[in-house]
């Protein structure tokens, strides 16, 4: 019979000289999964190239009026494109991949409450508290022509709160997306325009 000490030797002998390769096959490894999970998280925050506005015009008060096609917010570096949004029922339709305008809000440049809005994240409107009093923010019609605002409230409200909706006398851009714990309130940006 054969002496069960003496195999179990060989074993280790065998098991020890893969060791030292199992071992340096998985440190590369292990190397090189974290410098590429180092390198995605590097380009998910560099942007190669800076977006520049396709700003043509500022609009005169003759000029006609049109819907909105782009958002600018100079502050953010982004271009949103802008789709009609609307309520059916008691869900406001929502863009997946820019900004929506409420149509039953004033155009962009006209007497009214122009409202925008859409999801708070990294594409879209994430980092919208960054926007402060005093910046500007350019809306893009169709058209061509463009609209100037200067932000001079930012708030945090309740989805309760649709006094924010409501027409107003004078010339305004209320842009607005979820905020809070399971986005249970909203962060809005109000600008006159300029």
Known sequence: MANPKRSLK???KKSLKLFPY???IFSLLLIIFGGAVLLYAAFQKVSFHKPKPAIAR???NAAAFSKPAKLYIPKMSKILYVSDGYVQGDRWV???TGVSYLTTSALPGQTGNAVIYGHN?????GGLWRVGDGDTIYVVLNSGD???YQVYERKEIEPTQ???LSQTSDSRLTIYTCSGFLDTARFVIVAKKA
């Open 94 to 96: 929502i863009s997946e």
């Open 10 to 12: 060989k074993s280790r």
């Open 121 to 125: 994240t990294k594409n879209i409107l």
């Open 162 to 164: 649709v006094e924010i």
């Open 146 to 148: 463009f609209v100037r």
């Open 22 to 24: 199992t071992q340096l």
């Open 58 to 60: 500022e609009t005169s």
